[in-house]
């Protein structure tokens, strides 16, 4: 019964020991009893099969390149390990550069998602795009 009786503590302190016990409480409080049945996943929806040499050199030839000379080329700030993760696809891949592979995947997206952008942009997207 000690963790029940109240202990003294210094004006803007914390007891930790309290604290942690409170905190261990609230969390485990409902977690094991739960009237909902237990969800297994279908494990067949998230299996993947292993992508043929094929695809890969089709993935390699569209998204694989570099940008061409002569193409004006701004600065673009992305996250350092996203920024990490495509160098190290690209150097695995063995072709192409960094801004070769963000260009590619931003017209594809841009393309593949062309409906919705004019949607959203509306008439300021018809002026932008004739620039």
Known sequence: MEYLEKKKVAPGSIDEKDFISKVAQKSMAGRFVSNEPDMVPDVSET??????DGEVEEF????????PKGTTCKTI????????????????????????????VLKDYLEK????????MGKAYQSWKKK
């Open 47 to 52: 299996e993947r099969k292993a992508p043929t």
């Open 113 to 120: 998602n062309k409906e919705l952008i004019d949607a959203l």
């Open 60 to 67: 390699k030839r569209k998204y694989m390149v570099s940008v």
């Open 77 to 104: 700030y992305i996250d350092g390990k996203l920024h990490r993760d495509i160098a190290t696809l690209v150097k695995a891949a063995g072709c192409g550069t960094i801004s070769g592979f963000v260009t590619q």
